[in-house]
């Protein structure tokens, strides 16, 4: 048998679906009799050789075969497929488990490979741009449509084997056709250039993270295009232009536009945090400067850059930016970038590392890259922000943020604390009305935004004698939703969360010895020297008749969140008990992580104290209400 070695191509073929069960068979069409090898696409190991008679050959899958990228190559009799080079002669498929067996399934994009497939060419393809030839539907069913020659998503692939984490591949059209492959597993990983995305796919990979799951995009450019699938999955519909698709007088919403134009109008912001709209592009000769520009780290301290060493302001990740990049619309708050949110970004995303690339504006489109994470449902979503992050894995800045993402992603306890804000010599702290207040070791009072980045404290005024800060979740029984808090003068006082409020109005006694304060369920709690707690209902506010229900059990911080008192106890654990206004034991929740002060926001818990950063965190045990 010889080599190939440059002959052109005899034998072209595809396969009949882009994945298989392992175990299961998949059939391919061929122009012709043909010799077959297939590896896996993410070892390079030949998986099996063999004759096709043609005009099909079927692959009997081996249940021993792992899950992962594989790729079938078709020559003519008496020769040698090509392994190392593109063609209609080759044809990629996934195996999948029959059930999840890893943490996190892998989604090969084959609608956007398809996409490409025969660029240029009228009729055939869907690009390139806006040619008035292009294709507005193609089919599975044709040889290409693998990778381009850039292969964005193999070193991914391949770091992911070498790092030996357990993974799973499903097609990306699996989550289409079959949602509950999500099922079993903590993450989805979407790399590289995953661009085409149907409505179908795009509900079950948010109900996923919703529910729970995680979704890590190690890639950009991601879900720019909405498309539908036709023929039982094996045509490809995309449009590009909303005047032509018969679905704008049937359905608006499924039009083959961008996901953020209309009539679709549901950015892709919303489930990737980050859109290509204000991401960069180069293209062509221009993709040369791909290798070298570098991320800004902007919030050094958060979870996602432990372990690199990173300051704010450092660089780091050359050469993974490119040929793509996705960015949300962000504005500058001290120093600190914070998203808007006009984009689509949902308010918890946050702002991890950013690149100015606006002078790719020569290149093709210039624009900027938005690393970033953010909470979705009960699930979490982080965007590396660019196509070419897997180049960039032999950094060792970019291996750890990988690592650290995955980790985290696929724990099976739940994430602990979590930094939102640098260390500030804090011993009161409450939230109100979408602002955190505070007040410092000078006796000032300082607010900043009640969000996960990580944004600077700005003075508003003064809180003299201030022991302690809260506010209610909202106003009842003459309880104004304001700023309360008990002085070292045992006052209880009150002062409006106005920012250019100028005083604080004094109100009644505080009980003796007063260090902790909660408002709950129209009453006040307070903790006191002696492991005292006492109570004051808001309709007798003004008489300071507070009374003793109990110990505090060893209470230095009190707060309320969703109906329940939390505390910091003098053994560093949070703890909490129903509101009510008699003796009752406090239930152990998690660690108080050496803060002193505490309060609660949008369904989490905030801390900070004394030389300790400003973190946040879900309660983690489910407590009666008895």
Not at 57 to 67: D, E, F, K, Q
Not at 240 to 253: L, N, Y
Not at 511 to 517: E, H, I, N, Q, T
Request: net charge negative.
């Amino acid at each position: 048998m010889t080599v190939a070695d440059g002959a052109a191509v005899t034998v072209s073929a595809y396969a009949r679906a882009t994945s298989v069960v392992a175990g299961a068979a998949l059939t391919f069409v061929t122009t012709g009799a043909a010799t077959v090898v297939v590896t896996d696409a993410v070892t390079g190991l030949v998986m099996c050789r063999d004759t096709a008679d043609g005009p099909t050959w079927t692959l009997r899958v081996p249940v021993s075969w792992p899950s992962s990228l594989y790729r079938a190559t078709f020559a003519a009799p008496g020769t040698l497929p090509r392994i190392n080079a593109a063609g209609d002669d080759e044809a990629w498929f996934v195996v999948r488990p029959a059930a999840a067996r890893a943490p996190i399934l892998v989604s090969v994009p084959f609608s956007t490979w398809q996409a490409y497939n025969r660029a240029g060419v009228p009729g055939e393809g869907l690009y390139y741009a806006e040619e008035p030839t292009r294709a507005a539907a193609v089919s599975f069913d044709r040889p290409g449509g693998g990778p381009p020659p850039e292969r964005w998503e193999e070193p991914l692939l391949r770091w992911l084997r070498a790092a030996r984490y357990e993974v799973d591949y499903c097609s990306n059209l699996d989550l289409h056709l079959d949602p509950a492959i999500l099922d079993g597993h903590r993450t989805l990983v979407v790399c590289a250039h995953d661009e085409y995305w149907t409505w179908e796919q795009r509900d079950a990979v948010e109900a996923f993270v919703r529910r729970g799951g995680n979704l890590a995009v190690f890639g950009a450019n991601t879900a720019w295009w909405q498309m539908r699938l036709e023929d039982g999955g094996r045509t490809m519909v995309c449009h590009r232009d909303a005047t032509t698709d018969p679905m704008s007088t049937v359905d608006p919403g499924r039009v083959t536009v961008e996901w953020s134009s209309a009539p679709v109008n549901r950015p892709e912001n919303a489930m990737t945090g980050v859109s290509f709209r204000r991401g960069a592009g180069a293209w062509g000769d221009g993709m040369a400067v791909i290798g070298r520009e570098t991320f800004t780290a902007r919030f050094a301290d958060h979870w996602v850059f432990d372990g690199t060493g990173l300051s704010d302001g450092d660089k780091f990740g050359q050469g993974t930016l490119g040929y793509e990049t996705d960015a949300a619309d962000i504005a500058d708050v001290g120093g600190v970038p914070r998203a808007t949110g006009r984009d689509g970004t949902p308010p918890s995303f946050v702002v991890l590392a950013t690149a100015d690339l606006r002078h790719w504006r020569r290149y093709g489109q210039g624009g900027a890259a938005t690393m970033g994470v953010f909470d979705l449902g009960a699930g979490t979503v982080f965007t590396a922000a660019t196509v070419n992050w897997g180049k960039g894995l032999t950094d060792p800045v970019v291996d750890r943020i990988t690592r650290n993402v995955l980790d985290r992603f696929t724990a099976t306890s739940p994430a602990g604390w979590t930094v939102i804000g640098p260390p500030a010599e804090l011993h009161a702290l409450t939230a109100c009305g979408g602002a955190l207040y505070a007040v410092n070791a000078d006796g000032a009072l300082l607010a900043r935004e009640a969000c996960g980045q990580n944004l600077p404290w700005h003075r508003i005024g003064d809180a003299p004698d201030v022991l302690c800060l809260a506010s209610p979740r909202e106003a009842a029984g003459g309880m104004r939703q304001g700023l309360w808090a008990l002085t070292t003068t045992g006052r209880l006082i009150y002062r409006d969360p106005a920012f250019d409020a100028t005083t604080w109005t004094d109100v009644t006694d505080a009980p003796p010895g007063a260090r902790a304060l909660a408002l709950c369920d129209a009453g006040l709690f307070a903790a006191a020297r002696g492991d005292t707690l006492w109570y004051l209902p808001a309709l007798e506010l003004e008489t300071g008749a507070w009374r003793q229900i109990g110990t505090a059990g060893g209470s230095v911080s009190l707060t309320t969140l969703g109906g329940r008192l939390y505390a910091i106890t003098g053994d560093d654990r949070i703890a909490a008990r129903p509101p009510v206004p008699r003796p009752h034991a406090f239930t152990d929740v998690c660690d108080a992580g050496a803060a002193r002060t505490l309060t609660a926001h949008a369904g989490h818990l905030l801390t900070a104290g004394p030389g300790t950063p400003l973190r946040h965190r879900l309660p983690s045990v489910m407590l009666t209400s008895t």
